[in-house]
């Protein structure tokens, strides 16, 4: 089982080739195109665009991906710390649509770049972090959510709960051994200190907006 910091070390090969063995079932990955989509659509209902975009963490890339073939921003950045998966996508000579696109990579973990970053004033209008949390520590939980709220006015997030872990091995007969077993009233309670809950999967931060100042026009729906 995994300890403190894993998050910091990130995966060798076995990691990917164990929990990414069947890509074209995996959400995120398999459908990714209807998650930026969705994303989209949603931004687009309150005429907010999305000019720069970071991923804490992109994995093998597809969302990402989809993401910039989407929006088409700017200014993308993207850390990821497992050096197969970094290496998987920096070969990728497509992952950057237009060749005008400022696009950097690093392979880095988050907590060091939030470390990094802590006093630069830079920030995206769009972050992605998708199945990352599962693998921090607490510890780092509480370190990097207070800095993702300054970097990011919106973040694209998910993490499974210990339910939804529990469910994978029930119905699916597969066990992510590297992840932490948390309840989704622990998520809430971190995450509900930096960020809004604007629909599904898409918080917004504190640090940049509030029920006034907010481009989401539905009050009803921030919570």
Known sequence: MPGKKLGAKGFVQGYWDLNYSELDTMDGIA????HVSYLQSL?????????????FGFGLGYLFKESLNCFLPYKALGIEPSPYAFNKVK????FAPVSSMKLKLLKCDLETWCKTEADKHRSFDLGICTSVFQYLSEEEIDYVLPIMAQKVKYLYFSVPTDKELKRQVEELSFEDVYAQRRSKSFYFKKIKKHFTFISMRL????VHYDEDTTSFTDLLFRF
Do not use: G, Q, V
């Not at 918080?203 to 504190?206: I, N, Q, R, V």
């Open 31 to 34: 459908n990714a195109k209807d």
């Open 43 to 55: 931004f687009a209902c309150e005429y907010i665009d999305i000019s720069s975009i970071i991923d």
């Open 91 to 94: 070969r990728d000579r497509t």
């Open 203 to 206: 918080l917004e931060s504190k």
